[in-house]
């Protein structure tokens, strides 16, 4: 009878000529489409075709059922989860579940979820007496918190007030920097003030040390004159004190020297003016007013007379170095003329 129905079952397929015209029409109009396209359309009609057949083994295995003793088979015709399932089953080669073998897969189930199970219990227990640590823990982390936080009450007072005073220190400590800041400044404005004093001072001072060192050259070379002047009136006094042979040489030496400073001074007048000045420390003593040797007092009165004057007007020309000699020309006119 499996048979006959399933050979009932085919001849219905063909018959439908409504749903072999529409996969006809439709496997031509894809014909143009791309792969994809024709790949999704085919597994769609597949897919269709598959649905179609089901219902049809369906609705053959409800109108014929098997006999009434197969209650089993039914309810595997009712769970059949594909076409070739039902087919299988419709065909006789459907085999019910062995029930000794699933009691025994129960037990070793329900063995190993025993075992799961005293090794959770197990778990829960440790797991238990570490909820029971912690909430110990918590509960002295709270009291410390709790303390800590009286504490900290306690300090913000304290902590406020010496905000408050470092605010205040540090205030005043500004106001001291910006004090000191311009003493500073008002120091270094004095000291720039002073040092510019003591330069303009020192280039005051410079000029007078300048003249005053000249004045002690002068004053050295007139000292070693008028040292060499005494020397020589001594050695004049002995001479006519004493009539020995070498005091009378020495004293001729001198009256050659007074002659010669004589003539010499007698050249001067004889050339009209024209001073030949080759002693630098005879003119700085005539300059100064000293008496030189071996002049007479007119000719010394004169000479002294013209070396103030050149050293008024020309002081720069008076300046005679030791190791030099220096012609000067004076001529002297008649007022007439002049």
Known sequence: MLHAESAGAQPSSPGDT????????????MATMDPVST???????RHHNEHIQLARLIAL????????????QRQAILHAESA???VDILRGQYQP????????????DLHSAEASNASL??????????????????????????LWKREVDKSVGLITSLRKALTASGAEIKQARTAQTAEVTATQSALHAAEFMIKSRDEDITAPSKSIVERDEAYKILQGVSAKHFQ??????LSLDDDGSYKLRHAKKTIDEMRET??????????????????PHMAAAAGAGLDVPGMDPASLKLNARLCRLLAERFPEVMRIPGDKDRVMELRIRSRQSG
């Open 18 to 29: 409504t749903s072999d015209a529409t996969i006809k029409s439709s496997s031509v109009g």
């Open 61 to 72: 295995a409800l109108t014929q059922p098997p006999e009434p003793s197969d209650s089993t």
């Open 39 to 45: 790949h999704v359309t085919e597994q769609g009609d």
């Open 232 to 237: 020589q009136l001594q050695e004049i006094v």
């Open 121 to 146: 219990q197990k778990r829960l227990g440790s797991s238990l007496d570490q909820v029971a640590q912690l909430k110990l823990q918590l509960e002295t982390s709270e009291r410390e918190c709790h």
């Open 97 to 108: 579940p062995n029930s000794s073998a699933e009691l025994a897969q129960l037990r070793v």
């Open 262 to 279: 004589i003539l010499r001074q007698k050249r001067v007048i004889s050339r009209q003016g024209f001073i030949p000045m080759h002693d």
């Open 84 to 86: 070739g399932a039902l």
